[in-house]
């Protein structure tokens, strides 16, 4: 038991130097890490509680939400009295100065299609409160104007479904740990540690990432699209990239399929290694691509990200897969953006950042500064407790906690992992857990030596004994620390990611790692008693 | 050198003798915490339900703890700060008042500005506005999911390796852990932020480490003393795990301890959480769920059927007793 090979020793040392090696980056200064070749630049990120970061402030427009609403409004109505039944005729349909009118044709209709509307314009809470008012001027001419408490409810709710799809951008870049707040009506806050790239993140916030397929209007006149008029049923839209020259083209405006059927978007190449974007329909979104495109083969289509042709590529063949590419000069890069923007779904409304600035740690520097002293003082305190409790043992519980930490960090350098506060109980609870295996290794062999075995056989003893309890203590701590990291989120992933480190190298440094220097000063010395 | 022992060599107490006693007391101030928590409610941060942000702009550099102390004799509630762009910005966040709307808002930001000004001449309120929760509603939601089914996950892991009687015990002790905690924060009324969530984690994961140690050796006294009586093998397991019981709990509490004392404000309700979460813990892997093992009515042959059927690690384990199967505890 307490013979190790030279390679059973070299095994358990190898590991733990290399764990011990890609901490020490996490203590070098910035500047001496950057000269670090890529693999040895394995720090640990530490969160915006304790080091601060970049802060954002995006602004959604409120006006813009409310435009939106209108045209959302026009369309609805539209449907409602052309497709419904009896059918209204309606004209001079027009959305200025925040109000959609439109004339009835047909008089006798007017109350009619005022009943028709109605339910429209109803507010979502039960309060009864309308979101639009109705009326009727110059007996066959119907203004719909929104009302303040519409626009305000509506702005409140884009804001939150806003504030969701950042986080869900920001996760997916591999950030950890931000921080989103909503501030007043129509701003949100948001705050990333490090000061890495801001302009990567702005970037992918202040995309909508509003994705539209639309048909090419083949039979516009391109000198009328030129100048901005389209045939009815289409419209004009900006396309840098026209092959033809011209900056515009004219696409229908029924929509194919648009952002909301995709299940999923990744960056991928397409033959002559540009990047490009690959996205997979859901089966309703595939099987309209797949109709569309079979009933207009050799047409071209448009693909439309927030208002813009990216490209306009020819149908040779109906789509039918489920799965789609957009292509359309991206980098790699910003191929990649769009696919994280796609996959986390649109803006409800266009946000822009209004503010960017530094900030300080969010615990405050003084109470971090504070924090580290009082640290340390523990570290001392535990320490030196050990020894007077286990004199020689004590220190060599020391040393393998020492390490452990250590490894710790090294391995949440690797991973590229963020220490927060929360991290920081996780890993008081590790090294807690360690320093406890010790204590329960060293109280088994006192209680061994006085049932009367012998040094050998206590030391053991006590080992073996004490790591089946060890073990079942951090298996169950590893199911608890398994099913808060893939349900939690904030800060119940960030104590459980390192949790989970944490338990795996402290069972290996508390109990292999002192067995093997007690092993070693056991045959070295052949102790008769021990002081323990 | 004469090394310390906390614990002297082969104590003897009856925990077990006063379960009715335990278990009355842990019900009354479980059943108090829980009424607490209802009545008084918690005191959720800033980070949960949202508040006050004002971007306070000084005429030279300030240290953040003087701001902080500053705010906190106002009895507006919990602040938290942040250096915002250069060292004499200050941004300053505070819990909304909960009645009164928009005028008690102005009310907070008026009187702050008061003192701020007594305190730190030419300073200026350069925006304030309101700011909500850091954590959605769904977040919180999946987090308390994620800890209630981590307990219940490790419930039934010892359930399935064991004997029910040990995940019923650990089930119970662990949500009464929680439960006084969450009660503590009720009563004292200290601020429940985000990072009390990881302290309460922190309380979860030291009371399953406690009760495993326990239960395990309970596991093998039962494996070796099979004609002893139930609560006398308790008593033994108990008090043979007493010396490293209080180690472990005088170590972590050592290292608290310096925290609290030296950690600075943000620590503090943290810090409290924890050490009275160990304390809370401790007490009761000793008293209440081993004893509870006994009320749930575990008696060594449930483990040998099962150990047998195993045939697992019992076998290595030495024999002390005669082997009786028809024993009855």
């Known amino acids: 038991m307490l013979n190790f090979s030279r390679w059973a020793i070299a095994a358990i040392i190898l590991p733990l130097a290399i764990g011990v090696l890609c901490a020490i980056p996490s203590f070098l200064p ?21 080091s601060g970061g970049s802060h954002l402030l995006l602004e959604a427009s409120t006006q813009d939400v409310a435009k939106q609403r209108l045209t959302n409004m026009e369309e609805q109505v539209r449907t409602e009295l052309r497709r419904g039944d009896p059918k209204i005729a309606i004209g001079d349909i027009s959305s200025r100065d925040g109000k959609l009118s439109f004339m009835v044709r047909e008089p006798s209709q007017v109350d009619a299609a005022v009943e028709r509307i109605r339910p429209l314009t109803q507010g979502a809470g039960l309060t009864g409160q309308r979101d639009f008012n109705v009326e009727v001027v110059n007996s066959s001419t119907i203004v719909i104007t929104p009302t303040d408490a519409g626009i305000k409810s509506a702005v409140k709710s884009a804001m ?12 997916e870049m591999g950030t950890r740990e931000p921080t989103i707040q909503q501030q007043g009506d129509n701003r949100i806050v948001v705050q990333v540690p490090g000061l890495q790239n801001p302009k990567a993140l702005k970037d992918l916030l202040g995309q909508t990432a509003k994705l539209e397929f639309k048909l090419v209007d083949t039979t516009a006149n391109p000198s009328e699209v030129a100048q901005g008029r389209a045939p009815v049923g289409s419209e004009v839209l900006p396309y840098a990239a026209n092959p033809s020259g011209v900056p515009v083209i004219a696409v229908k405006r029924q929509v194919m399929v648009s952002g909301e059927d995709l299940t999923d978007a990744t960056q991928g190449y397409d033959q002559s290694n540009q990047a490009i974007v690959n996205i997979r329909f859901n089966s309703a979104g595939g099987r309209r691509f797949g109709q569309v495109t079979s009933q207009n083969v050799n047409r071209p289509f448009a693909i439309i990200l927030d208002g813009k042709v990216l490209s306009a590529p020819n149908i040779n063949e109906p789509i039918l897969g489920g799965s789609a590419q957009i292509s359309g000069s991206f980098t790699v890069e910003s191929a990649n953006q769009l696919a ?37 003082v523990a570290v001392v305190a535990v320490a030196a407790f050990m020894f007077v409790s286990y004199g020689r043992f004590g220190m060599y519980a020391n040393l393998a906690v020492a390490i452990n930490v250590l490894v710790i960090l090294g391995v949440m350098g690797i991973l590229g992992a963020t220490l927060t506060l929360p991290g920081i109980a996780g890993f008081v609870l590790t090294i807690g857990t360690a320093v406890d295996a010790n204590v329960l290794i060293y109280e088994r062999i006192r209680e061994e030596r006085r049932r009367g075995r012998n040094v050998v056989a ?51 440094t508390a109990v292999t790692f002192t067995r093997v220097i007690v092993a070693n000063w056991v045959r070295r010395t052949r102790p008769t008693d021990i002081h323990i | 050198m004469k090394l310390l022992k906390l614990v002297p060599d082969n104590t003897n107490i009856g925990f077990v003798a006063v379960r009715k006693w335990a278990f009355a007391l842990t019900a009354l101030l479980t059943v108090l915490a829980v009424g607490a928590t209802a009545h008084k409610g918690l005191n959720l941060g800033v980070d949960f339900v949202g508040g006050l942000m004002i971007e306070a702009k000084f005429p030279q550099a300030v240290e953040t703890d003087k701001v902080r102390s500053t705010i906190g004799s106002l009895g507006v509630g919990e602040s938290s700060l942040q250096q915002f762009g250069d060292p004499k910005t200050v941004q300053i966040r505070l819990p909304l008042p909960e009645q009164g709307g928009a005028g008690a808002a102005n009310a907070v930001v008026e009187k702050t500005r008061k003192a701020m000004t007594a305190q730190f001449p030419g300073v200026t309120f350069s925006r304030y506005d309101t700011v909500s929760g850091k954590v959605s509603g769904e977040l919180i939601q999946n987090g308390v999911l994620a800890v209630v089914l981590a307990i219940l996950g490790i419930a039934v892991f010892s359930w399935f390796r064991y004997e029910w009687q040990f995940g019923v015990s650990t089930f119970v002790a662990i949500v009464h852990d929680v439960l006084m905690t969450l009660g503590f924060f009720a009563i004292t009324q200290l601020e429940f932020d985000l990072n009390i969530i990881a302290a309460v984690l922190t309380i979860v994961g030291y009371s399953i480490n406690d009760k495993m140690v326990i239960d395990d050796r309970i596991r093998e006294n039962m494996r070796k003393y099979r004609k002893m009586d139930m609560k006398a093998l308790i008593d033994l397991s108990v008090n043979e795990t007493l010396p490293r019981t209080v180690m472990t709990s005088v170590t972590i509490l050592l290292a608290l301890g310096s925290l609290l004392l030296l950690g600075g404000h943000v620590l503090r309700g943290f810090t409290a959480a924890m050490m009275l979460g160990i304390i809370v813990g401790t007490y009761s892997s000793v008293y209440v769920s081993s004893s509870l093992l006994i009320s749930l009515g575990l008696s060594p042959q449930t483990s040998e059927k099962k150990a047998a059927k195993k045939g697992d690690y019992a076998g290595t384990a030495e024999r002390v007793g005669p082997r009786d199967d028809g024993a009855k505890p």
């Open chain 1, 458 to 508: 206590a030391i053991e003893h006590g080992y073996k004994e004490a790591s089946r309890t060890i073990f079942e203590a951090n298996v169950t701590h590893a199911i608890a620390g398994g099913i808060m990291l893939a349900l939690g989120s904030g800060p119940v992933k960030g104590f459980a990611i390192v949790l989970l480190i944490g338990i795996a190298t402290s069972v290996f």
């Open chain 1, 160 to 171: 939150e479904v806003a504030t969701e799809v950042i986080r869900k951008r920001i996760d």
């Open chain 1, 30 to 50: 910035d500047a001496t890490v950057a000269q670090l070749p890529r693999f040895m630049q394995t720090r640990v990120n530490l969160g915006l509680d304790l």
């Open chain 1, 340 to 376: 994280i923007a796609l996959r986390s779904g649109k803006l409800p409304v266009a946000l822009t950042v209004v503010e960017e600035r530094t900030v300080g740690p969010g615990l405050g520097a003084d109470s971090i500064r504070a924090g580290l002293i009082a640290s340390v």
